[in-house]
């Protein structure tokens, strides 16, 4: 492909990009696909010669498309968005273009110094006071295992990346059931191990870890000759958005001199708003946070910040500095790749750059609080109809409801999310609270409107009440 090949095809995608966009509610949620298809459609050999990018589109539209999940359709209520706001598309459009290996100042300086400035952007927009530094980090999951990584290191004097953990007393990780399952898997991949992640019970109305029961699990663990390195308390839970009493936390936490780390993955982008900082009060006393401007924000997937209090231990755990990646003759410079676990890093500050001049944060707040105001008319509708029952209550968008309208109501639920997803217009998933089966409903696609949130209450209770 020449340059002038490439021009032409660039206008053709982006004009097909925009139709896509504007055609999506006519399209189902979820593809009608059995497993293997996508498989079976490619051949099973590579090209020996080049292809005409016609060929290459037209299977693309035929082989590809059929088997894609749509997660910019304004009904996709499942998981949590992965949002793409146009200013966002355009600014990866962007990176892709001059394909930059941000990794360290001097291998793209405006990368660098726009990642500082838009990490302290998004500090003032979401309350942090100052002091608080952040890196943009490909998910959370990446943030969470540095921070683990860190409480390691930490518990371990510092001496664990040279000696490992080999006769170490083993360290202890605390946590409620409510986290995500990067946290196992941090903890997996650090070395930890399963078994010394503590899962704490939760209590009180937003399903938080029982303070009391985390300290005496701490106080044990002591007394059983067993190391505690850190807490992880989350705000705004996966499941069914569960939120630690963080100043609580953080009491117990310097009392005993543990790393707190705070997982706000979806939360954290609603702290823009200011009437729901109360959610995670005490955040400022934590040593890190992480949240996904790509969930709720419109920032493309992917881009998650993590802020530290302090980044001195997250650098003195994953920097290395072999002769050949030294920034020589440049003083106080920042090379964010001693930041985060991969070497190599994208140019991810651009596309919030974008979306942050583009909307402004009010224009940003105006979507996330109709996310919330519709999600609670929702939850209030399903409450008053008598063969439905609310489970959890509304956190932001989040909440869980249950069908009791049959009498194995575990399987019946079941049915009905299955049913929902196949009929597609729109995308629901389950989960598990307090034993039973239940649905979860969230609203955060950032095209989102009042309408779809009705369509949703039309689907829900229509198929209910077509099931045999």
């Known amino acids: 492909m020449d340059w002038s090949e490439f021009e032409d095809w660039g206008k053709k995608i982006a004009e097909w990009a925009a139709e896509y966009h504007q055609s999506l509610r006519d399209r189902p949620v979820r593809p009608d696909v059995a497993p293997g298809t996508t498989f079976a459609a490619l051949p099973a050999c590579p090209p020996e010669t080049g292809e005409a990018m016609t060929d290459i589109m037209t299977d693309f539209h035929q082989i590809v498309m059929p088997g894609i999940t749509h997660w910019q359709h304004p009904r996709f209520f ?33 990368a660098t110094e726009m990642e500082e400035r838009i990490c302290d952007w998004m500090r003032q927009s979401i309350g942090l006071p100052d002091g608080f530094t952040g890196a943009i980090q490909d998910s959370a999951s990446s943030a969470t295992l540095a921070a683990v990584l860190v409480m390691r ?6 001496q664990g990346k040279e000696r490992g953990l080999f006769g170490a007393a083993p360290l202890r990780i605390y946590s409620s059931a409510e986290v ?33 029961a985390l300290e005496a699990a701490i106080v044990s663990d002591k007394a059983a000759g067993l190391v505690p390195a850190g807490i992880i308390g989350c705000t705004g839970g996966t499941s069914n958005g569960a939120c630690d009493d963080l100043n609580a936390l953080a009491d117990i ?7 707190l780390h705070i997982d706000a993955a979806w939360a954290g982008s609603a ?17 890190s946070i992480v949240f996904n401007p790509h ?29 050949f990646l030294l920034t020589h003759n440049r003083d106080g410079v920042t090379n964010f790749s001693e ?6 890093r994208r140019f991810r500050a651009l596309k919030l750059w974008f979306l942050l001049r583009s909307y402004g944060l009010e224009g940003l707040r105006t979507r996330l ?3 919330v105001r519709w999600s609670h008319a929702l939850c209030e509708r399903l409450r008053a109809e008598s063969d439905f029952e609310i489970t959890s209550e509304p956190i932001l968008s989040l909440f869980t409801f249950r069908y009791t309208g049959a009498t194995d109501a575990d399987a019946a639920n079941q049915r009905l999310v299955d049913a929902i997803n196949e009929d597609g217009r729109i995308y629901l998933t389950q989960t598990l609270f307090e034993g039973q089966k239940v649905i979860r409903f969230q609203a955060g696609q950032f095209d989102c409107t009042e309408e779809d949130i009705n369509m949703a209450f039309e689907v829900i209770t229509q198929i209910a009440r077509d099931m045999p």
């Open 78 to 110: 499942a998981y949590f968005p992965a949002n793409a706001a146009p200013p966002s598309m355009l600014a990866e459009f962007l990176v892709t273009v001059i394909a930059p290996q941000c990794m360290l100042w001097q291998t793209s300086p405006s």
């Open 153 to 158: 290191e930490r518990a371990l004097n510092w």
């Open 180 to 212: 995500h399952t990067s946290i196992d898997r941090a903890v997996w991949f650090s070395g930890i191990g399963q078994d010394n992640l503590v899962r704490i019970p939760t209590t009180g109305p937003t399903r938080g870890m029982d303070p009391a």
């Open 253 to 259: 936490a310097e009392r005993h001199d543990l790393y």
């Open 271 to 287: 702290m823009i708003c200011p009437e729901f900082r109360t959610l995670w009060a005490g955040a400022e006393r934590a040593d």
């Open 295 to 323: 969930k709720w924000l419109g920032a493309q997937f992917d881009c998650s910040i993590q802020f530290l209090r302090n980044p001195d231990s997250l650098i003195k755990t994953l920097a290395i500095r072999p002769e």
């Open 339 to 344: 930041w985060s676990i991969p070497l190599g």
């Open 369 to 371: 609080r109709n996310h």
